[in-house]
């Protein structure tokens, strides 16, 4: 009867004289599905002998199931033991840090001390970095839009996007923010006059070629 398996492939499949899984590469559809166990067993008059290896075969499979389950739980005991060490380890130490933190008369306890107010210090000055990249991020879209949506000098009550400066959304939106947009401009001007670094973007009159790095 042919297979359904796919052909010039290693496929696992159960053998179709002793029901094990084993791997085969078929050539054919017409291929037997039996493994090399079982070649021998074919035709009625041998299926004593049929019998006979298929209880050796999976009493082989059997132990060796055991033999693979016993390992891995002992594997799993070891690792759990050595973990339990770690953990009771790593707390003595943590007890241990937390005391000499506690008592800073000690040597050990004003080292850790020193360097607690060093990561902190280290952290606090991350985040003001950090916070002044999203400020000057916001600054930046608020100054790129301001560009094309101010009151324009030579039509009073109108945005220089054309429409009246009621009916233009975008100057609604920026006069609640102008002012501070605008302070920040002027900051970020005396930093690059300054030459240290500053948020303005690359198309600002006064960069230039980017005479000084934007943040």
Partial sequence: MPHQHPLHADVDVPCLCC???QRFRFASASDQVVCGHCRSHL???RAEQRDREHIALWRGILE??????????DAATEAAAEAAETVARLTAERDQLRAGALDGTTEA??????????DRVRRAERATQLTAKRVDTAMVALWRLQA???????KQGTCTC???LPACGESRILEGVRQ???DWERRNLELLRAGKRHGLPPEHPEVGGGA???R
Avoid: I, K, N
């Fill in 212 to 214: 000084a790095g934007a």
């Fill in 148 to 154: 094309f949506h101010h009151p324009d000098p030579r």
């Fill in 64 to 73: 060796a199931h055991d033999r693979d389950a016993r390992a891995a739980s």
């Fill in 19 to 21: 029901g094990s899984v």
């Fill in 162 to 164: 054309g429409r009246s």
């Fill in 180 to 182: 501070e947009m605008l």
């Fill in 43 to 45: 035709g009625p008059e």
């Fill in 109 to 118: 306890g004003a080292a850790l001390g020193e360097q607690l107010r060093d």
